[in-house]
């Protein structure tokens, strides 16, 4: 079975983020003055094969502790949906 693994990883809540610093400055620059912060981070889209939903929630947090967040400076949160055979992801189900 084929999973859309989505991710977003952010900077944990302590760390400084000098590219929000940069997007906030640049958009009061452009008019929106009631932008009061900005945080930048990353969305990636994984596609994995695996035998269940199970198999690839372990999958998509291994990914995220190895090499997709830093987990000294950044945290993350995934969902992972099953992909139709014609390449289109299923809703996730409500828990």
Known sequence: ?????Q????????VNDPQ???????LHAL??????RVRVGKYL????EAESRESAQRQA??????????PVIEQFQFTVREVS?????????RT
Do not use: D, I
């Open 45 to 48: 889209e994984v596609y994995v």
């Open 61 to 70: 947090e291994e990914m995220c502790r190895k090499l997709l967040a830093n």
């Open 20 to 26: 929000g610093l940069t997007v906030q400055s640049a």
């Open 1 to 5: 079975m084929e999973f859309l693994v």
């Open 7 to 14: 991710v977003l990883v952010s900077l944990k809540p302590a």
């Open 85 to 93: 055979p014609g390449g289109v992801a299923q809703p996730s189900p």
């Open 31 to 36: 008019g929106f003055q009631g932008v009061k």
